[in-house]
């Protein structure tokens, strides 16, 4: 019994955990923006990314009204119209690789920056669903292209002890426009509608969303060649 006391009585030498640094958000924050936008290459993407996600909210905001008066869905209509994305998501994992591999990086980029824009006028021409649903699975097969190229690139571009920051201020620059995307296109359809009939507005985000897109081929074709993507790679680090 004597021993068990002694035992507990003597006093444990534990060393001491080392201090936790406080974490400075801003000052990370700031870091990552100032990296991403000093790169010639990942600003541009910010910025197109940023943009395309921005277009596509201005015609998802109203879609559903869309869909029901001017496609005349069903409620089972419009649960296979949903169905869409998924399938064309689907199909652009499996042939997103295979397309850049055959067409390389810019190409592949340049592709998918001039499909989704003439794929949203049909849809925004168009009366019939089905019609709809194929231009949508193919405007998602363009969408999952650009990710398979453009993810791949950040991971390898972007320094290892930066990627969280740089990341978290590229998905800003990604999510971040979205409500603005949708505040305008339900904008659009209202102010539409004063000067013309239900249909034409309803219509009007695709004319819109058209504009936009071929605005942000434009900025893009020069910035996205496959010659400044490799070597962006091969460098990994901000080009000058």
Known sequence: ?????????????VA??????????????????SWLWSHSLLRPMAIILGTLNLVGSITAATFILFAQEILETSVFEFAILGTSGAIGGTLGGILGPKISKKLGSGPSLYLTLISMPLLGLVVGLTSNWYIAWVMIALTTIFAVLWNVITVSLRQSIIPSHLLGRVNSVYRFFAWGSMPIGTLIGGAIVSISEIFGDRELALRMPYFVSLVLGLVIFAFAAPRLTTEKIERARAEGEPLS
Do not use: C, R, S, Y
């Open 1 to 13: 019994a004597g021993l068990i006391a002694l035992i507990v009585t003597i006093p444990k030498q």
């Open 16 to 33: 001491d955990a080392p201090a936790k640094e406080k974490i400075n958000f801003g000052a990370e924050i700031k870091e990552g923006f």
